[in-house]
């Protein structure tokens, strides 16, 4: 196959930052996706209604006068947050989904709920209404090794919860064990899956072998080599339970590559290029379209975008290593192979 046309793919799980990193990265999506789920943990937190309309403002203003691209909104959750306010901005359209990160457990997580059972009001109040919970499902605690907190998380928190909150409808982000498949595929149509762009590509030696890699650390951090193919066995399935959310991470290379980094792998210029090297791997070009533009939207209840991008198969991409950023230059994540797909129609090229 030379060429692949589908729907424009929507990005389930997508940091944009603020300021001067959120407009150099946010143009970098919006070049190739129709919708992102917007992450909200800001410095400080988007928490409320208000936060969330004052910053996809910001979000629109950072892009060209002529884009398409549709920001949606999430709530950061806090043990403090207003069942009600949840409620009324998801009505009225503001807001998509809310995030539940557990504290501690990524970047800006400090704000994030430490008690389950202390948000439990909030939880009731979106399974009634129909409000998605997006989850960082890890543990955080100092006893449990950070290649193990996926997996407890699953055991102690998160199947406990949907049991106690059974209307709740959850995505379970940027799975990264066998385990997160497996739970994911066995949970039924209230239980969902977003995979990495990177989770398909790096295991754990991508970090460490060789030197410390900071570029390709990220949380959660990649496991071992079987659970990278159990993620690139659920992502080229087909199935519904799984879609596309890249986690792309944006942080300038001094936040980096420094004595204690920052998590985060930035793939938002390069994500459908690697995503169709991957699926070309694995023998599944004709279920691209199903994990990166079909499956999320059905979960949502969003309509598939009506517009189409085409990929094209030829020499290898070349991409630059780094964008420019007004706060420093962001590296550009490198999946260490030949990229032989670029998108040909439907966005714009990447600069060479």
Not at 159 to 179: K, N, Q, W, Y
Not at 293 to 320: D, H, K, M, Q, S
Request: hydrophobic fraction near 45%.
């Amino acid at each position: 196959m030379e060429e692949i046309t589908l729907r424009r793919p929507d990005d389930f799980h997508l940091h944009l930052r603020d300021d001067a990193v959120l407009r150099a990265v946010a143009p970098e999506t919006a070049r190739h996706f129709g919708r992102a789920i917007i992450m909200p943990n800001l410095v400080p937190p988007v928490v409320t209604g208000d936060d969330a309309r004052a910053y996809r403002d910001r979000i629109m203003a950072a892009l060209p006068s002529d884009t398409s691209f549709e920001p949606l909104m999430t709530l950061y959750l806090t043990e403090q947050t207003d069942p009600a306010d949840v409620v009324a901005a998801h009505r009225t359209g503001l807001i998509t989904a809310v995030k539940l990160y557990p504290a501690g457990a990524t970047t800006n997580s400090a704000s994030g709920v430490r008690d389950v059972d202390r948000v439990r009001p909030v939880l009731e109040a979106m399974a009634e209404a129909g409000v998605p919970l997006c989850v960082h499902g890890e543990v955080t605690d100092a006893d449990i090794d950070i290649f193990d907190r996926e997996a407890v998380f699953i055991d102690r928190v998160l199947d406990p919860m949907r049991r106690a909150v059974p209307g709740l409808r959850v995505i379970m982000e940027h799975i990264t064990t066998s385990e997160g498949v497996a739970y994911a595929r066995d949970g039924g149509d209230s239980l969902a899956a977003t995979i990495t762009t990177h989770h398909l590509v790096i295991n754990r030696n991508a970090i460490l072998v060789g030197g410390i890699r900071p570029h390709y650390y990220c949380l959660p951090v990649a496991k071992r080599e079987h659970h990278r193919l159990a993620l690139r066995a659920a992502a080229t399935s087909g199935e519904a339970s799984f879609f596309l959310g890249t986690d792309s991470a944006p942080h300038v290379d001094a936040a980096k590559e420094t004595g204690c980094g920052c998590a985060g792998c930035f793939t938002a210029s390069n994500t459908l290029s690697i995503l169709a090297e991957v699926f070309e791997q694995e023998g599944a070009l004709d279920r691209l379209e199903a994990f990166c533009a079909l499956n999320g939207a059905a979960f949502y209840g969003l309509e598939p975008n009506a517009a189409r991008i085409t990929l094209r198969r030829g020499r290898p991409v070349a991409y630059p290593a780094k964008i420019d950023c007004e706060a420093g230059p962001i590296t550009l994540f490198d999946p260490m192979m030949d990229l032989h797909w670029q998108v040909a129609d439907g966005g714009a090229a990447p600069v060479a």
